[in-house]
């Protein structure tokens, strides 16, 4: 409209000289565009450019500078011709994210993380190196691994794991007449009732992911069918509804015999962690990581971790590999991204990490010192029996573990069943294609 | 931009003497090029590129880790219509956008009349109604979520059982309960800002109008109905506009209250788009998702903008 309008106030040879304004203009946006991809992509390489050769390495983490400054220190005092060039996204969405954008536009750091939720993209479209011939793997433990090789090849160094069991405040069990933890899920029932009976909330765990229980009771599942549960659901030998079924129902048993109430679909960690703090619960589901926070908000809480017990009396752990670290298939500087990734899995390396983040490592030559309360978790976990659904899955579970987050929050508000959660299971993976 | 473009004619006529008048002419006729040349490139740049971009990724397997796809067509639209957490999350949206769009609206103009008459401490009132529009969404979801815990220990559950005596309700648990938790935040959220829009057009009314009605024996009702109402229907227009796309592309206020949960109760289509686009890396049908939306929320829109013209030009 504004054109025409113009148009009518001008000579005939406007248009000749609006067509050079609009390719003028034109000529400006592009080059603007142009330059700023040029300029962003630089601006990332500049660190990594080819004059500085192999004396840097970059490192894209999840940690914070706070928590990897002493172990990067500690590389660059043992290597004294190598700077670090660090750089940092939070957990998970955002590290996810950001990665990604890197990678596509070919500015991604020499090292960086590998993890469940980008796992199945960096190892599928060989995006990072194989390092499964690298020495410094022989102190990577076979559960870590497990948990990044694809076809033969090793794509991440785990230096840790974490475990997930219940966390009983004993003071409260005892107030209850509860003098040990149960051995079997039918004694967890009875002691949420004797609980109940005595006025006291028997157990919380939060709704926004799949829970400790559930995880557990699955990965007893899974050892009583040779450790091949997932395996054989992605062949196509078994579905979620011929192997979940029977455990969902023993799970939802917590919600059917008002052990735990329905009101769990709608909480977070943080609110049951602060139900726990305060003394208002029992019992409730969590993860290693959890107790560190707890003792520090409630140092009085007298508190014990243990396994989930199932129905036959075994007991298991939810848990799984910790992220690790992996090397850019087209790395700047691969010989000093090999040096860093070697020395952030040595035995002073994994030292320093660990007093960072009091993880339970797992590497060989490396004993970590742990909170009592978690010396049975730890044992297991180094020993690798622990089990996490969104973890085993060979592909897809950033689909799959949305919809059984998604399922398991109507099963708990008592709007889905069993044999509907796991149905919707295999429609999912159906859907996403195997 | 007509006018300006137009008036622009008139800058010839102030160029220093000296200058050629064919250069002149240039400037004349180049200025206004000039100054939207930064607006386009923000558009072209940040708008029309992307939104090219997302066209032709819908029809690719793009994963975001590569710049390599390959062109599958329509698979990503059909894919499209045959999730069933997709459905979920257009009714929330679209239930979302309409409940929020009225009651925001019902309740915004009466509070715009109420605060337009003199009372004491008035200042203070409006201040306290726009208050909530004033931090940002997604800390009103985390503030909320506290109060709505729907633990016994939730700030509105101890409330309700001290005062009532009644046990906690699961209000972010029960997925019928969190959908109404999370409209009536928002609502509650929004009707302050809102209700100022409306003030500022009520202020424009002249007081003549209200004169004259009075005289003529009108009581309140009547005045608003024949008076306010028809004369607040260009407000009414830019806060529905306002209200309706804001809630067809809301994300933080679901997702900080309940991360779209329980099931896929609270889910909205922007947070769909965004978990396949970014968490599950499948930009491709993430991309058709977006394209699909854009198309609906842009019907939605017209829709809604030819009523509210027709609207405006019977009552104004």
Redesign the interface.
């Known amino acids: 409209?504004?054109?025409n309008?113009?148009e009518s106030?001008?000579?005939r040879r406007?248009p000749a000289?609006?067509r050079r304004?609009?390719a003028?203009?034109t000529l400006?946006?592009a080059t603007?565009?142009l330059s700023?991809c040029s300029s962003s992509s630089a601006g990332s390489t500049s660190s990594t450019s080819a004059g500085a050769a192999e004396s840097t390495v970059s490192f894209f983490s999840w940690d914070t500078q706070a928590t990897m400054q002493p172990v990067i220190d500690g590389f660059e005092k043992a290597n004294p011709g190598i700077k670090v060039d660090f750089s940092y996204s939070p957990p998970?969405?955002q590290y996810?994210?950001t990665l990604?954008t890197r990678?596509?536009s070919g500015t991604a750091a020499d090292v960086f993380i590998i993890t469940a939720?980008?796992k199945q993209?960096?190892m599928g479209?060989k995006?990072v190196k194989d390092l499964s011939t690298e020495p410094f793997m022989s102190n990577i433990a076979q559960a870590a691994k497990d948990t990044y090789t694809k076809d033969g090849a090793t794509y991440g160094a785990a230096i840790a794991s974490w475990g997930g069991g219940i966390l009983y405040n004993k003071d409260l069990l005892a107030k209850a007449g509860i003098t040990t933890e149960p051995k079997t899920w039918s004694e967890f029932l009875a002691d949420g009732a004797t609980l109940k009976a005595a006025g006291i909330t028997p157990f919380l765990e939060p709704?926004?992911g799949v829970t400790v229980t559930l995880s557990a009771l699955l990965g007893i599942k899974n050892q009583q069918l040779g450790g091949s549960m997932d395996a054989d659901i992605w062949a196509k030998k078994q579905t979620f509804a011929s192997t979940w079924t029977d455990t969902l129902t023993t799970w939802s048993q917590l919600f059917s015999s008002g052990m735990e109430?329905?009101?769990?679909?709608?909480?977070?960690g943080d609110?049951v962690m602060a139900?726990f703090e305060?003394g208002?619960v029992a019992m409730i589901g969590t993860g290693s990581w959890a107790l560190g926070t707890i003792k520090t908000a409630a140092p009085n809480l007298n508190v014990s971790f243990a396994a989930v017990p199932g129905t036959d009396g075994t007991l298991y752990w939810c848990g799984a590999v910790s992220p690790g670290y992996a090397i850019n298939a087209k790395a700047q500087h691969p010989v000093a991204a090999e040096k860093f990734v070697e020395y952030l899995t040595s035995k002073a390396g994994v030292a320093l990490y660990q007093k960072q983040t009091q993880s339970i490592t797992t590497t060989a030559d490396f004993t970590p010192t742990l909170d009592p309360a978690l010396t049975e978790m730890a044992t297991a976990v180094r020993a690798g029996q622990f089990y996490l659904p969104v973890v085993s899955w060979p592909t897809h579970s950033?689909?799959l573990g949305?919809?059984a987050?998604?399922?398991m929050?109507?099963l708990?508000?008592g709007?889905?069943t069993p044999a509907k959660f796991a149905a919707a299971l295999d429609a999912k993976l159906a859907?996403a294609g195997s | 931009m007509a006018l300006s473009l137009s008036r622009s004619a008139a800058i010839p006529r102030t160029a220093p003497l000296g200058v050629p008048r064919d250069r002149r002419r240039v400037t004349a006729q180049g200025a206004p090029w000039l100054f939207l040349a930064p607006i386009m490139a923000i558009f072209v740049v940040l708008y029309a590129i992307p939104l090219g971009q997302s066209l032709w990724f819908s029809f690719t397997d793009a994963n975001g880790y590569t710049t390599d796809m390959h062109w599958i067509g329509l698979a990503n639209y059909a894919a499209a219509f045959k999730d069933p957490e997709m459905v979920s999350a257009l009714w929330f949206t679209l239930a979302y956008a309409a409940i929020t769009t009225v009651a925001i609206t019902c309740l915004a103009i009466p509070l715009a009349v109420v605060l337009n008459t003199r009372f004491p401490g008035r200042d203070v009132v409006r201040s306290v109604f726009f208050f909530p529009a004033v931090p940002s969404i997604a800390v009103l979801g985390m503030v909320w979520g506290f109060i709505l815990n729907p633990l016994g220990s939730g700030v509105l559950n101890s409330a309700l059982h001290a005062v009532v005596g009644i046990g906690p309700v699961p209000w972010l648990s029960d997925p019928h309960l969190a959908q109404i938790s999370v409209i009536v935040v928002a609502v509650w959220a929004q009707t302050g800002w809102h209700a100022i829009l409306y003030l500022a057009y009520l202020q424009s009314i002249p007081s003549d109008y209200y004169d004259a009605a009075t005289i003529d024996g009108a009581g309140r009702v009547r005045m608003f109905r024949s008076i306010t109402l028809p004369l607040l229907t260009p407000a009414i227009t830019v806060s529905q506009l306002l209200l309706m796309t804001g809630g067809l592309k809301v994300y933080d206020l679901p997702f900080t209250l309940t991360h779209g949960g329980p099931g896929f109760a609270t889910r909205t289509v922007t947070q769909s788009l965004i978990e396949q686009g970014v968490a599950q890396a499948d930009i491709g049908k993430a991309s058709a998702l977006a394209v699909l939306f854009l198309l609906l929320v842009g019907a939605i829109i017209l829709g809604q903008m030819t009523v509210s013209r027709r609207l405006e030009a019977r009552y104004t």
Do not use: C, F, Y
């Open positions: 409209m504004s054109l309008q113009h106030d001008t000579p406007a000289r609006r304004v609009m003028l203009s400006a946006v603007l565009a700023a998970v969405p996810v994210s990604q990678l596509r939720e980008n993209n960096l479209q995006l709704g926004d109430t329905r009101a769990a679909a709608g909480l977070t609110q139900e305060k208002n950033d689909v949305t919809e987050t998604a399922q929050q109507q708990i508000a709007s889905s859907s």
